[in-house]
């Protein structure tokens, strides 16, 4: 399946994987079961909003974590965020929920910031920017892409 995703990652030649999927939205955890790999390096792309004025921030977390709002306002310089519903996520970025990526949104103006956990892995999957579509690749590229700021910026959400 090629998109814009797709052909930025090629044009960058960025090594990427891409696997068809439902085309359903699925949750990071039920990706992570149908590709057969840990749920913590499926990730999966928040949208925050600012206190103020300024573009959403797209928070990149695992799949099995929540994102911590006090450490992201932290690490992008902000007293509060917000976290939108469903439907304004979509609005704000013209994405279906379950397909937004930070790749499908490059030069649109939103901040991006990668939880370091990403950084221990070799690779690590992400929406290819609709639903049904993953990309698995090396979050570095990820992050040079989108010029992201890496912090972090998670509380797990799995039991002890």
Partial sequence: MKNNVTR???ANKISYTAYDLPAEKLGAK???????VAPEIVYKTIVITREGKGKPILA????????????LAIAV?????????????????GLQAGGISPLALINKGFQVVVDAT???YDEIHISGGQRGLNIRLPPQGLI??????????CVSSMPN
Avoid: M
């Fill in 8 to 10: 930025l990652l090629d």
């Fill in 60 to 71: 990149v977390v695992p799949g099995t974590d929540e994102v911590d709002l006090k450490a």
């Fill in 30 to 36: 039920e990706t992570a079961r149908l590709l057969s």
């Fill in 118 to 120: 990403a950084e221990l």
């Fill in 144 to 153: 040079t892409l989108t010029n992201a700021r890496v912090a972090e910026i």
């Fill in 77 to 93: 310089g902000e007293k509060k965020l917000h976290l939108p519903t469903e439907s304004e996520a979509e609005r704000l970025t």
